[in-house]
């Protein structure tokens, strides 16, 4: 995943809100997020996609309170997991529902 070893890390904007206040994909808005990973996976017809594997500090799969989710492509129960293959899931760490706060977007 990392060629050089880097730590690298990401964050949501502020514009939207409190880390309280989710954004249209369910993440908390001011929220920083460690990067654990980027790859290229490949759908069961050989289409690649490129992904980031995230952790949130929170060490939840939830996001607030309200028990809110990402939603956003790749998210554990986004059907398109079921059209990559399974080497790549393995390489990937992908594990559905563990409620780990590690999720993934591209």
Avoid: E
């Avoid at 980027?38 to 690649?48: E, K, Q, R």
């Avoid at 079921?82 to 790549?88: F, K, L, M, R």
């Amino acid at each position: 995943s990392f060629v050089n070893g880097y730590v690298m890390s990401f964050s949501t904007t502020s514009s939207c809100g409190s880390d309280t206040t989710p954004n249209a994909f369910g993440i908390p808005c001011s929220h920083a997020y460690t990067c654990l990973g980027a790859y290229v996976i490949h759908n069961s017809t050989g289409i690649a996609d490129y992904v980031f594997k995230a952790r949130n500090p929170w060490g939840s799969d939830s996001f607030n309170t309200a028990g809110k989710y990402y939603s956003g492509k790749w998210n554990d129960n986004d059907t398109a997991w079921s059209t990559i293959t399974a080497p790549d899931k393995l390489a990937v760490g992908y594990q559905n529902n563990v409620n780990d706060g590690v999720f993934f977007v591209s």
